[in-house]
C-alpha cells in the first residue's frame, strides 16, 4: 500500500498562486509516474500533469505555461508550482502515483478555490 497526503491549497484571488505538495510513504524513485488530477464540481476527474522518475513531464492544454510540476526523490514529494490562477482552475486536486506493477493510488485531495 502507498499513502499519498495533499497540502498546500486554499483560496486565492484570481492570477493569484498557489504551491500543493504531495508525500509519498514510499520510494518515489521506483515508480512509474506521479502527478496531479482535479475534479470540479459536477465534473469529471481529468489529468493536470504527470512527472516520470527521469523528468519527463505532461500537461493538460489548460495549464500549459501556468503550471509546473516537480519531483524531490530525497523527500518522496512532489509540487505543483500553480502561477495565474483562474477561476476554472478551482477544482479538488488529487496526487496519483502508479508503481511498477501498475497499481494506481490516490490521494483525498486538496481544496483549491479561485475567487475575488
Known amino acids: 500500500q502507498v499513502q499519498l497526503v495533499e497540502s498546500g491549497g486554499g483560496l486565492v484571488q484570481p492570477v493569484g498562486s498557489l504551491r500543493p505538495s504531495c508525500v509519498a510513504s514510499?520510494?518515489?524513485?521506483?515508480?512509474?509516474?506521479m502527478g496531479w488530477y482535479r475534479q470540479a464540481q459536477g465534473k469529471v476527474r481529468e489529468m493536470v500533469a504527470l512527472i516520470t522518475p527521469e523528468g519527463t513531464t505532461n500537461y493538460a492544454e489548460s495549464v500549459k505555461e501556468r503550471f509546473t510540476i516537480s519531483r524531490d526523490n530525497v523527500n518522496n514529494t512532489i509540487y505543483l508550482r500553480a502561477i495565474s490562477l483562474k477561476p476554472e482552475d478551482t477544482a479538488v486536486y488529487y496526487c496519483y502515483a502508479q508503481t511498477k506493477a501498475y497499481e494506481n493510488y490516490w490521494g483525498e485531495g486538496t481544496q483549491v478555490t479561485v475567487s475575488s
Open positions: 514510499a520510494i518515489i524513485a521506483r515508480f512509474n509516474a
